[in-house]
């Protein structure tokens, strides 16, 4: 089956699973990934179509995590049919209310509030064993996207043999607070985009790519988010109230503001890094270019964390003497 014809396979066998000769079908969101979604609906009635081309995507850890979450009591989207072996999903419609489209300053204490207790619930209850581990190889292989796709494919530049030992010292750093940390279930992108403005809220969506990892890495994602930015002393007042929630409800969170927040910043810093040469590769591997747009958000992130924290300084050099040397920006 050709990627062309995909959509309209993956209609005719959502037809044929809800008994509708007759209705709607049009594409519900992107995604990063080779995933594509679709809503169908028929009168007040729609559901969600889930697009995995099993040569690319495997439906099988999200259909594992699925059960998960909704054995810990979350809210995820009901799996009314499945086809594992051409990649096809029927799945309850969460709405079209995505948190990153609705957030303002007046709703998002609320909306962030409902976010929190969600996921303190899925780090408590969510069953963790058997899930990958977010270990020093993998972070070690996320980093590695920066120079490998940022660096050499957008900004053009091949580091120095002695910028990529500052590089791997730095690697070092970020990786030992990570794994210091408490590990917990780990939605791994725990951000307002995959959380649905639903009842009862939030709808939580994307999680396949689950893994026992950093407690502190999907409050990070949350509110350091990769399409939408608060101001930093609402974004700390944040993290604060999470920590404070997290330990009341029983969760290994620090007793240390301070650690609390340097943790956080490490963590975030490692994502960042990570999240900009993921961008870099959609870009230029898959074609898909407006990812790219967001990069300054990033690096405004990775800026500020660089000026608070002195073990950061060393990163703050590298991307300068880059950003000095780059082809094209940003």
């Keep these: ?35 594509n979604y679709y809503r169908i609906a028929r009168a007040e009635q729609s559901f969600i179509v889930m697009d995995a081309p099993p040569e690319r995507e495997s439906l099988d850890a999200f259909i594992e995590v699925a059960g998960r979450l909704t054995q810990a009591g979350l809210h995820v989207p009901r799996i009314q049919a499945e086809d594992r072996q051409r990649g096809f999903l029927l799945l309850e419609d969460l709405g079209t209310r995505p948190f990153h489209q609705v957030l303002d300053d007046h709703c998002a204490d609320a909306l962030f509030s409902d976010a929190m207790q969600a996921l303190i619930r899925m780090q408590l209850h969510a069953a963790s064993t058997g899930l990958p581990a977010y270990d020093a190889g993998r972070l070690l292989q996320e980093l590695a996207l920066f120079p490998d796709w940022f660096l050499t494919h957008h900004w053009q530049i091949e580091p120095t043999e002695t910028e990529l030992d500052d590089w791997d010292l730095l690697c070092a750093t970020l990786i030992r607070w990570a794994l210091d940390q408490a590990q917990v279930f780990c939605h791994r992108d725990y951000m307002p985009r995959n959380l649905m403005w639903s009842d009862p809220n939030p709808g939580i969506i994307d999680f396949q790519d689950a893994v026992v990892g950093p407690i ?113 920006g940003p």
């Design 1 to 35: 089956m050709s990627d062309n014809s995909r959509p309209s396979e993956a209609e005719h066998w959502a037809r044929r699973q809800l008994g509708w000769p007759k209705a709607n079908f049009q594409p519900a969101s992107a995604d990063a990934s080779f995933r």
């Design 216 to 328: 502190s890495y999907d409050p990070v994602s949350l509110f350091r988010d990769a399409f939408i930015s608060w101001p930093q002393t609402r974004v700390d007042a944040w993290l604060e109230d999470y920590r404070r929630q997290g330990i009341k409800a029983g969760l290994p969170l620090p007793e240390s503001t301070e650690l609390w927040r340097r943790t956080c910043d490490f963590m975030g810093v490692q994502r960042h890094l990570k999240v900009i040469g993921i961008f870099a590769r959609i870009r230029y591997r898959d074609g898909k270019a407006q990812y790219l747009e967001d990069v300054p958000r990033f690096f405004a992130y990775l800026d500020f964390a660089i000026a608070r924290n002195p073990e950061l300084a060393p990163l703050g050099d590298l991307l300068m003497a880059w950003k000095k040397r780059r082809k094209i």
